[in-house]
């Protein structure tokens, strides 16, 4: 085990430092949110969409969000329903929710744009550890651990030579991300884009592309052998007959709708009436549908 003052783990940390960030200069996916012009709305925005979500998917929503809200205020202003709309299929609809009534904070305390403070953007509805680091770091170039699935495997293979972390995050990794940053500001916050990119497209969980990794002579897992994964099943998430996919279809016949929806067209979406009724409810109880009289629903005004 390394010391308790982490030097070892320090000083392996910073071997990897100049060759990932060589690596992303060179393989970095051109992305619109990465560039100069972006601003802070737009990797605001791209980050509550990348939650849970693949980047081909969010790009096409992405675009037309900013298109049509390329500042906070222009989200603000907007029913809350119209953010559940233009989600459309993304996934985890509640996200929609968070991203409008942060805008709203963001017009609210802090004049419409979005704050640099790493204090202030934890305070924004939706915004939670991990969002809050990514904004500050990508949008404000500031020194934070950003701690994201693609980041955790590649610090727990470099450093601790295990061939997966842990299902969920923990403390430890939070740990860990902090002592693999960079010193100075600049380079802290590309070497939190270049591990994450590095995880995403070459230390992926199934096939790692071992081959083409720029620190596969200082990974602890590859010097190991390469050692399996040894821990608790890691199941894959499933979709059909679930009670999302129910939530799914009857969202996308109230964002077909631009008013009020009759149950009838509801019921008719899916056969199971226990489940349906079930899946209803609970998009009522997450603010995502508005019941009305008469037997009408709609999208949250």
């Not at 100069?36 to 081909?56: C, I, K, R």
């Not at 305070?123 to 404000?140: D, N, R």
Request: net charge neutral; charged share 20%; with cysteine.
């Amino acid at each position: 085990m390394l010391d308790q003052s982490g030097s070892p783990l320090t000083a392996a940390a910073t071997a990897l430092h100049e060759p990932v960030l060589r690596w992303y200069d060179a393989n970095a996916r051109v992305l619109p949110w990465r560039q100069p012009d972006a601003g802070p709305w737009a990797v605001m925005v791209s980050e509550f969409m990348l939650q849970q979500t693949p980047v081909n998917r969010v790009l096409p929503a992405y675009h037309a969000w900013l298109e049509r809200w390329p500042k906070p205020v222009d989200l603000a202003v907007e029913p809350p329903g119209e953010a559940v709309r233009a989600w459309d299929r993304l996934g985890y609809p509640r996200r929609a929710l968070r991203l409008h009534a942060a805008a709203q904070a963001i017009v609210e305390r802090h004049g419409g744009e979005v704050p640099d403070d790493h204090d202030a953007l934890l305070a924004l509805p939706g915004v939670g550890t991990y969002t809050a680091a990514a904004i500050a770091s990508f949008a404000f170039g500031q020194r934070h651990a950003v701690v994201d699935t693609n980041v955790r495997r590649v610090l727990a293979r470099t450093l601790t030579g295990v061939a997966q972390p842990t299902i969920s995050p923990t403390a430890a990794d939070q740990r860990l991300a902090v002592t693999a940053l960079p010193a100075d500001e600049p380079t802290a916050a590309r070497w939190a884009v270049a591990s994450m990119e590095l995880g995403a497209l070459i230390c992926t969980a199934r096939t790692p592309k071992c081959g083409d990794c720029p620190i596969r002579d200082r990974c602890a897992w590859v010097l190991a052998g390469s050692p399996p994964y040894d821990g608790p099943p890691r199941r894959g998430q499933t979709y059909e007959g679930t009670d999302r996919q129910v939530r799914g279809r009857l969202l996308a016949v109230l964002r077909a709708e631009s008013g009020a929806v009759p149950k009838t067209a509801l019921d008719a979406c899916w056969h199971d009436e226990v489940q349906r009724e079930r899946a209803l409810d609970g998009l009522v109880a997450d603010g995502l549908v508005e019941p009305l009289p008469r037997a009408r629903y709609r999208l949250p005004n």
